[in-house]
């Protein structure tokens, strides 16, 4: 059972399938394969998406964290849900994102506080979540979201901006209306998403709705994780919008070198337009602002744009997997549509979240 108390919304009767000799089974795989299988679908059209986004993640860490956490003091309670749940968002979010940059926003005694500047480096996220997290007072989304956008002011045009607003509670205090703030948000083509643990707020829904992004209540744990890998995919530019011909616009970026190739434990690197001295990439050049990154972090970040073709489900199934090469024992495998050769359903995912690439296939 998962660490949190609300409802599992789960329906059963839903992963029942039928075998061939007529005997019932229950496939709690079929769900997530269907999703996953049309995310990948339509991963393969000719859409256009952000390379390089910017996302702030705002978390609720108002005293509704610890009345939470009193009431079922024998459960883990929400603040090492939400840190849970943001290192493992964190983790997929820069293995999908190499190029883009998370951080932090804390929304405590009705401020938004910034608790990590957005990085590209993952550790500093993850040393954030094993820190212990201030809480308490009321929650302001009206001073989170400005906050947000003072950090966002900075950052470049081509960069999808977006915010990602945790929140626990179901009220906020504010000390004026907050649609002042989300026309500045929606002029500089912000877009924001909600995930409520507590139950839907109007001003959120609004929120989400006026800033082109959506809004979820989870019902447990294995949901929220499902909406929030949904998230770390890069979302497609709508090609009427404004931030359209941003998206498709050259970005300068330059590729640095090893400032003393030959000390390993030296990781400074030159920045190859004003060589100046910089950090390990990705980062922007602290003179000229350049983005620098590797040409690791370049291959990665194209997989979206040059995505493995789905595979076709199929009854067929063989009996060594070509990947693995263990016994299938599922009702159904995956075929790549270019080399014939079949997979399991293990197979089939990692192929397509890690490895971006048939292994039967010539390169
Ligand atoms: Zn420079
Ligand atoms: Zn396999
Ligand atoms: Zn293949």
């Not at 992004?213 to 294995?222: F, Q």
């Not at 359209?244 to 970026?253: E, G, L, S, V």
């Not at 030159?270 to 050049?285: E, G, V, Y």
């Not at 014939?340 to 690439?357: D, G, I, R, V, W």
Request: aromatic residues 6%; glycine residues 4%.
């Amino acid at each position: 059972m998962d660490p949190v108390s609300w409802d599992t919304g789960t329906l059963p009767w839903e992963h029942i399938r039928e075998n061939d000799d007529g005997t019932l089974f229950v496939d709690a795989s079929t769900r997530v394969d269907q999703d996953f299988t049309q995310e990948r679908e339509d991963l393969g059209k000719m859409i256009v998406r952000h390379m390089i986004r910017c996302v702030l993640v705002i978390l609720d860490l108002s005293d509704s964290m610890e009345e939470k956490e009193a009431k079922a003091s024998n459960k883990p309670g929400r603040t090492a849900f939400l840190k849970q749940t943001l290192r493992a968002f964190a983790r997929e979010f820069f293995d999908q994102n190499s190029l883009s940059r998370l951080g932090v926003i804390g929304l405590f005694h009705s401020e938004g506080h910034i608790l990590v500047m957005p990085t590209g480096n993952l550790q500093d996220i993850l040393s954030f979540c094993d820190k212990p997290l201030e809480t308490g007072g009321e929650p302001s989304i009206r001073n989170g979201l400005k906050t947000a956008h003072i950090v966002l002011r900075f950052i470049p045009e081509y960069v999808s901006k977006e915010i990602l607003i945790l929140y626990s509670s179901v009220r906020t205090c504010d000390p004026t209306p907050i649609g002042d703030v989300v026309k500045d948000l929606k002029e500089r083509s912000v877009r924001c998403f909600v995930v409520s643990f507590a139950g839907e707020l109007h001003v959120l829904t609004k929120l989400a709705l006026d800033t082109s992004g959506s809004h979820h209540v989870p019902m447990n744990l294995d949901v929220t994780q499902q909406i929030l890998s949904k998230f770390t995919l890069p979302f497609p530019v709508d090609s009427s919008s404004h931030s359209f011909t941003k998206a498709i616009r050259p970005i300068p970026i330059g590729i640095p070198q090893r400032s003393s190739p030959e000390d390993v434990e030296d990781n400074s690197f030159i920045c190859p337009q004003c060589l100046s001295k910089t950090s390990q990439p990705p980062t922007d050049c602290p003179v000229c602002g350049l983005l620098l990154i590797s040409a690791h972090h370049l291959s990665r970040s194209t997989q979206h744009i040059f995505p493995l073709i789905a595979f076709n489900q199929t009854r067929d199934v063989p009996e060594i997997c070509h990947g693995c090469t263990q016994h299938v024992s599922s009702q159904f495998a995956y075929e790549c549509p270019k080399c014939q050769q079949k997979y399991c359903t293990n197979c089939n995912k990692f192929l397509h979240e890690t490895l971006n690439h048939c292994p039967s296939c010539p390169a």
